[in-house]
Every structure is written in structure tokens, then in C-alpha cells.
């Protein structure tokens, strides 16, 4: 039986001690979408650090239909927070490409994440802080997520943790449940996380912890994503000559 309270505390020491051995006295820097898992990790942050060392920076692309959202988390968590509109940054370096290169669908949903990631890590460097990253168990285990994108950061507090546990997290943190119970959209094409991915979080969540899965079709399909994206969650491959 999962024991949120236990495991929420667990993880609020947890930043504290990578605090402690890895930037005493920084900040932690957090991408802020509005959707759950930016608000779980910013509160853990703001509990384990107090709100004045939590910076939220938000990242919309032109315009957000939910920007609202991420302003609602921030002016509930009480943190500073900065506002970054990536738009014209994604838009020149597309233009900057070789105007021979076939830009692919691919490469035009995850410039985004990685922008964005470049931009928390210039706020970062200069704010005094640490990036975290805020990814989860369920999408990490079918690599659902953008490597190098949403995907890097210098500290992960959740991606042990799935959507189901951390949503009874969220709930114990105190936020507003329109953002624990928000449907979760890519941020990349406009669909839900569960439109791409082919199944619900509750059936991929039930699979991971218990193996159980009742469609066949859908076991298959989260075998396949898994096996195929192992190697978002492993060091780069690197040659060791012997000597």
C-alpha cells in the first residue's frame, strides 16, 4: 500500500540533503507548464526550502491557452517567478536551418522542451541555482518525454514516483486540485498524454507496480515503448580503450 505522507516527507528531505551537498543555499530553478507535475515539484521545493528559494519560470510558446494555470500555481506557492516566451527563439532557429534539410514533424515538437531547457539553465546560472527536473515514473518508463528537454535538469525529485502516487501527493501538498487533476496535454502537438500514448496512466501505472494489464494490445505497446526508450534513462554509451 502506497503510504503518500511517508513517501512526500521522505522526498522533502531528500532536496533538502541534495541542497546540502550540492548547492547550499541555492535556489531551485523549476519549468512551470501548470500541469501537475510542475506544481507537485515546485511545492515539494517550496516545503523542502521555503518559497523564497524557488524560483518558477514560465515558458509559453506565443500564446498558451492555459497560462492561466501556471500563474495560478505560483501565486498560490507565493514565488518569485519569471516569464520567458520562447516563440521567436523557436521560430529563428527553424528559419536558421539549412534550407535544404527536410525539417521533420519530430524535430519541430521537441526544439520546444529544448529551448526551454536551455532557458531554465541560463535563469539558473544566473540565480544561484539548480535546475529540477520534472519528469515522473510512468512517462519515464515509456519515454515519454524529450531527451534533453524536459528530460535533463540537476536534480529529480518524482522520477521514482507515478502519476497515480504522485497526484495523492499533490493532493497532500495543498494545491489546488485543477491543477493535480488537470488532463495532461504534451505541450508539443495539442493532444493528452493519453491520446499519444495509446492507453490511461491508470492502466500503465497498474502495469509497472503490480504487472498486471487485462488488453494484451496495450501490454505490447508499453513492452515496446519501454524497451525502445531505455536509453533516455541510461549515461550515453562511451568508448573505454583498454591500457
Same mark, same amino acid.
Given at each position: 500500500?502506497?503510504?503518500?505522507?511517508?513517501?512526500?516527507?521522505?522526498?522533502?528531505?531528500?532536496?533538502?540533503?541534495?541542497?546540502?551537498?550540492?548547492?547550499?543555499?541555492?535556489?531551485?530553478?523549476?519549468?512551470?507548464?501548470?500541469?501537475?507535475?510542475?506544481?507537485?515539484?515546485?511545492?515539494?521545493?517550496?516545503?523542502?526550502?521555503?518559497?523564497?528559494?524557488?524560483?518558477?519560470?514560465?515558458?509559453?510558446?506565443?500564446? !498558451?491557452?492555459?497560462?492561466?494555470?501556471?500563474?495560478?500555481?505560483?501565486?498560490?506557492?507565493?514565488?518569485?517567478?519569471?516569464?520567458?516566451?520562447?516563440?521567436?527563439?523557436?521560430?529563428?532557429?527553424?528559419?536558421?536551418?539549412?534550407?535544404?534539410?527536410?525539417?521533420?514533424? !519530430?524535430?519541430? !515538437?521537441?526544439?520546444?522542451?529544448?529551448?526551454?531547457?536551455?532557458?531554465?539553465?541560463?535563469?539558473?546560472?544566473?540565480?544561484?541555482?539548480?535546475?529540477?527536473?520534472?519528469?515522473?515514473?510512468?512517462?519515464?518508463?515509456?519515454?515519454?518525454?524529450?531527451?534533453?528537454?524536459?528530460?535533463?535538469?540537476?536534480?529529480?525529485?518524482?522520477?521514482?514516483?507515478?502519476?497515480?502516487?504522485?497526484?495523492?501527493?499533490?493532493?497532500?501538498?495543498?494545491?489546488?486540485?485543477?491543477?493535480?487533476?488537470?488532463?495532461?496535454?504534451?505541450?508539443?502537438?495539442?493532444?493528452?498524454?493519453?491520446?499519444?500514448?495509446?492507453?490511461?496512466?491508470?492502466?500503465?501505472?497498474?502495469?509497472?507496480?503490480?504487472?498486471?494489464?487485462?488488453?494484451?494490445?496495450?501490454?505490447?505497446?508499453?513492452?515496446?515503448?519501454?524497451?525502445?526508450?531505455?536509453?533516455?534513462?541510461?549515461?550515453?554509451?562511451?568508448?573505454?580503450?583498454?591500457?
Amino acid at each position: 500500500m502506497f503510504n503518500a505522507e511517508k513517501v512526500k516527507n521522505e522526498c522533502v528531505e531528500w532536496i533538502r540533503d541534495f541542497f546540502e551537498k550540492n548547492g547550499k543555499g541555492c535556489n531551485a530553478v523549476v519549468g512551470i507548464s501548470g500541469g501537475k507535475d510542475s506544481s507537485i515539484a515546485a511545492a515539494l521545493c517550496v516545503e523542502a526550502l521555503g518559497k523564497d528559494r524557488v524560483i518558477g519560470v514560465l515558458m509559453p510558446q506565443g500564446e !498558451q491557452h492555459d497560462i492561466d494555470m501556471a500563474y495560478m500555481l505560483v501565486n498560490h506557492l507565493g514565488i518569485k517567478h519569471y516569464v520567458v516566451n520562447i516563440k521567436d527563439t523557436v521560430n529563428e532557429l527553424l528559419k536558421s536551418l539549412p534550407s535544404d534539410l527536410q525539417v521533420t514533424d !519530430q524535430t519541430r !515538437q521537441n526544439l520546444p522542451p529544448r529551448i526551454r531547457m536551455s532557458t531554465l539553465y541560463a535563469i539558473s546560472q544566473s540565480s544561484n541555482g539548480r535546475v529540477c527536473n520534472t519528469c515522473n515514473l510512468s512517462e519515464d518508463w515509456v519515454g515519454y518525454s524529450t531527451r534533453y528537454g524536459d528530460a535533463a535538469g540537476d536534480f529529480s525529485p518524482m522520477s521514482h514516483l507515478t502519476v497515480t502516487e504522485l497526484k495523492e501527493i499533490g493532493y497532500l501538498l495543498g494545491l489546488p486540485r485543477e491543477l493535480v487533476d488537470k488532463t495532461p496535454i504534451d505541450g508539443l502537438c495539442g493532444k493528452t498524454d493519453e491520446e499519444n500514448l495509446g492507453f490511461t496512466y491508470a492502466e500503465l501505472d497498474k502495469y509497472i507496480r503490480e504487472g498486471i494489464i487485462e488488453d494484451e494490445d496495450k501490454k505490447k505497446l508499453i513492452d515496446y515503448k519501454h524497451k525502445m526508450n531505455l536509453f533516455k534513462l541510461e549515461m550515453m554509451p562511451s568508448f573505454k580503450p583498454e591500457m
